[in-house]
């Protein structure tokens, strides 16, 4: 039971030690400094002091020993004293070489410039200032150590957390595979409608391939709405699977689709032959169709996908934690486009391909959608190249109604209440 986001707590403690032992050595440099210089005039001053006396006239004997007493001084780098003509009188210091402050006073006696004293003081160096502030270093080393230790103490969840969060993933994890399990049974009990579908589909395939401009154009131009569901998949995972593998995936996705818009038909009460599964998923996605003179069309179209939209995350969160093949989905909602001479389901498809994963998108008219704008949280699409992009919409949120009631649907679908109904009502 580790703590959460202890790799990023401890990114932030080692930033903070470093900035902390960076601040240390520019406070105790800042601090030498000042010391230096005070230092400095202090020395100028008693040396020009005690050495007056013996610059007029010059006394280079004396001016020796005194520069040697004073040079005795570690913090001193080198010392001169030099005659009005800038001639070395006297000169000491065990550290010439060091690089270090200057300072330097002139001697003046009775007006009269009689000398000049340099001193150099000297400036330590990074290591050993470091080797100076062990202490404080080792100090702040020790206290973020603490801070990490009392960070995996405090914010580890304590048992009776872990063991709610390891229930939740158990009990989503076994809602998945009741799915799967109700998947195949509806696989047997509609066998031979899902076999004419699949094998219409797969018989069309073929000349969709060859001339999909003539397929598209078949459908309706005025009378229906389409939803496009898209897989996304940037890396070509599909390619990469067996067909057995991707058709469980996409079965499983059917099934989530249908009960999707059972209940959404029943939320509101939409006779089945209004809205119709067109093509169900393959490796190219779903697609669906609405009339659009039935009520509430497009509310119950936006439903749809919104819903099928959180059932296929949780769907793609649980499989990929299993390691298991699963792809993210896209969607969009449109009618005709004449100015681009694109039929409903044609512009539905081609929108789709615009988008990223998680995304839905609409397109419809302003007549056709001015009823229902004020219900969802709409933006631009970025980067548009067309008149479908330019008009399209992303659907970013829903009032809190249909959020309501899209929560409410999703939770009733993955707790399965309704495959348990159906379940009790095909054993009595």
Not at 43 to 65: M, Y
Not at 201 to 207: G, L
Not at 216 to 239: A, C, M, R, V
Request: net charge neutral; proline share 4%; glycine share 2%.
């Amino acid at each position: 039971m580790n703590a959460p986001r202890q790799g990023l707590f401890a990114s932030l403690l080692i930033v903070s030690f470093a900035l902390h032992s960076v601040l240390i050595v520019l406070a105790t440099n800042y601090y030498l400094k000042d010391n230096r210089i005070i230092q400095g005039e202090l020395l100028t001053r008693q040396l020009v002091a005690d050495s007056l006396a013996e610059l007029n006239p010059p006394n280079t004997v004396s001016l020796a020993l005194l520069t040697s007493r004073y040079a005795t001084n570690p913090s001193i780098a080198s010392l001169r004293i030099l005659d009005p003509n800038n001639q070395v009188l006297a000169t000491a210091g065990a550290n010439k070489t060091r690089d270090g402050d200057i300072f330097v006073r002139d001697a003046i006696a009775n007006e009269q410039k009689v000398g000049r004293v340099e001193v150099t003081l000297i400036k330590p160096s990074l290591g050993e200032t470091l080797r100076n502030n062990w202490l404080p270093l080792v100090a702040s080393l020790i206290i973020h150590i603490l801070l990490w230790i009392g960070y995996r103490t405090i914010a580890r969840p304590t048992r009776s957390e872990f063991l709610a969060k390891m229930k939740r993933e158990a009990q989503l994890k076994h809602e998945i595979q009741r799915l799967a399990e109700a998947l195949e049974q509806e696989k047997h009990q509609a066998t031979l409608t899902l076999a004419k579908a699949q094998q219409l589909y797969q018989n069309q395939r073929p000349k969709a391939n060859l001339d999909v401009e003539d397929l598209l154009n078949k459908t309706e131009h005025s009378d229906h709405l389409y939803l496009s569901i898209q897989f996304y998949d940037p890396k070509q995972l599909l390619g990469s699977v067996n067909q057995r593998t991707a058709q469980a995936y996409f079965n499983l996705a059917q099934l989530f689709l249908n009960k999707t818009i059972k209940l959404c038909l029943e939320h509101f009460e939409l006779h089945e032959n209004q809205l119709e599964v067109i093509q169900p998923f393959f490796d190219d996605g779903a697609l669906i169709r609405i009339d659009k003179t039935a009520p509430q069309a497009i509310p119950t179209i936006i439903l749809v996908a919104t819903v099928f939209q959180s059932l296929s995350d949780a769907m793609y969160k649980r499989y990929r934690e299993d390691k298991r093949f699963a792809l993210q989905t896209r969607s969009a909602i449109a009618e005709e486009l004449p100015s681009m001479q694109l039929n409903a389901e044609k512009s539905a498809i081609r929108l789709a391909q615009y988008l990223h994963a998680k995304e839905l998108a609409i397109y419809l008219s302003k007549p056709s959608f001015k009823h229902d704008r004020h219900c969802y949280e709409l933006i631009n699409l970025p980067n548009p190249s067309n008149a479908l992009t330019r008009e399209a919409l992303l659907i970013q949120g829903l009032n809190t109604e249909c959020a309501h009631a899209a929560e409410q649907m999703r939770d009733e679908i993955l707790l399965g209440k309704k495959l348990q109904n159906d379940s009790a009502q095909d054993d009595s």
